[in-house]
Structures are given as structure tokens and as C-alpha cells.
């Protein structure tokens, strides 16, 4: 049986070029992490959003606080968010998406789901254009998420890059097909304005 996939919603970054909180950015009456967890819940996915200790009590003001996983993991960057959310889900892959990906098309996940759902031989599933893959918008398997973990554990993790871990990890990846759907937001500037 395959194993169940998890939709999380990654907001736990500092957003220093954007100058405030990317998930809280308003988007018409809601935010954006509230947008792309919308987008995780319209594939039938349940849904949790990793945020930093300091963001908990703005984010359970949008989301109930059971939805809410706290980084916990002592690594920097967005493979905290990550593992904290696998140190809860252990049994459970994950499908991975930024806050400001609010772009994403549903087919681009869909057709990524179906990918993975056919095959049992990799680890992580992204997208990637020319060598670079994209790491959100991607699915990470307990399996492999166990061992980037044990790595984290024995500190023989060299570099903490999601990446990096896709590199040296069993990464099937597919070419994207829908550019838009992997816009980033890093400007003060406001697209849903």
C-alpha cells in the first residue's frame, strides 16, 4: 500500500529581502499561505504548515493550531521545516511547497503526484529545468527524509541545502512544463495587489 502524502506548507524562512513574513502577505481576504495551502487542499491532501516559534502565534490566527508544526530541528535553512514536519509525519511523504508559490497550477502538482504514485524507486520527486531542480513544489518520502535525518543525527550532513540532498539523494526528476508555476516572490513588491 502506498504510503499516505501529507501537503505542507513551508513559512518558517525569515524572509529578509522580501522585509516581512512572505505567508502573511495579504492575497484579496486571505494571505498566501493560506492560498497555497488552498491549492494542497483542492488535490485532497491533508494539510500543515511549518513555522518558527517566533511566527506560531500570528499563524493560529489563520490556521488551527493542530495544522501548525513548530521548527524543532537543529539545522538552518528550509531542511529544518522539513524534518520538523517528518519528525511528526515519520509515516507519511510529503509534498513540499513554499509560501509564496502561490502561482502553482494545479495540474503542475497533479501530474507530479501521478508520477510519483506510479513509481516506488526514488526518494524525492521534483521538477528541474537545464541540471537545476526545483526543490519546492517537489515530494520527499519518509524513506528518504529517514535518511537525511540520520545524516542530520551522525553529522555527517555536509551541506544543509534541499538542493544538495536532491543531488545526493535517489531524485527522480521530471521537466517542468508550466514555468509560471514556479514564480518566486522576493521583492517588497506585492503580486496579488
Same mark, same amino acid.
Given at each position: ?108 502538482? +497533479? ?13 524525492? $520527486? ?5 541540471? +537545476?531542480?526545483?526543490? +519546492?513544489?517537489?515530494? $520527499? ?40 508555476? +514556479? ?11
Amino acid at each position: 500500500m502506498k504510503t499516505p502524502l501529507l501537503g505542507v506548507v513551508l513559512c518558517g524562512g525569515e524572509s529578509k529581502r522580501m522585509g516581512r513574513d512572505k505567508g502573511l502577505m495579504p492575497m484579496g481576504d486571505s494571505c498566501w499561505a493560506k492560498h497555497v495551502a488552498e491549492k494542497l487542499e483542492a488535490l485532497q491532501l491533508p494539510v500543515v504548515v511549518s513555522v518558527s516559534g517566533a511566527q506560531f502565534n500570528n499563524y493560529s490566527k489563520i490556521f488551527a493550531r493542530e495544522q501548525l508544526v513548530v521548527d524543532a530541528v537543529p539545522v538552518a535553512g528550509p531542511l529544518n521545516g522539513l524534518l520538523s514536519v517528518h519528525q511528526q509525519y515519520q509515516h507519511w511523504d510529503l509534498l513540499l511547497m513554499a509560501c509564496d508559490m502561490i502561482n502553482m497550477e494545479f495540474n503542475t502538482l +497533479f501530474s507530479l503526484i501521478r508520477i510519483y504514485q506510479a513509481s516506488t524507486l526514488a526518494d524525492f $520527486y521534483v521538477y528541474h529545468e537545464e541540471d +537545476f531542480a526545483e526543490p +519546492f513544489g517537489g515530494i $520527499y518520502t519518509g524513506r528518504g527524509l529517514r535518511k537525511v535525518a540520520r545524516q542530520v543525527e551522525e553529522k555527517t550532513l555536509k551541506n544543509y541545502s534541499l538542493r544538495s540532498i536532491l543531488e545526493q539523494g535517489r531524485t527522480r526528476k521530471v521537466p517542468i512544463s508550466s514555468r509560471i508555476s +514556479f514564480t518566486n516572490y522576493n521583492s517588497g513588491s506585492n503580486p496579488a495587489d
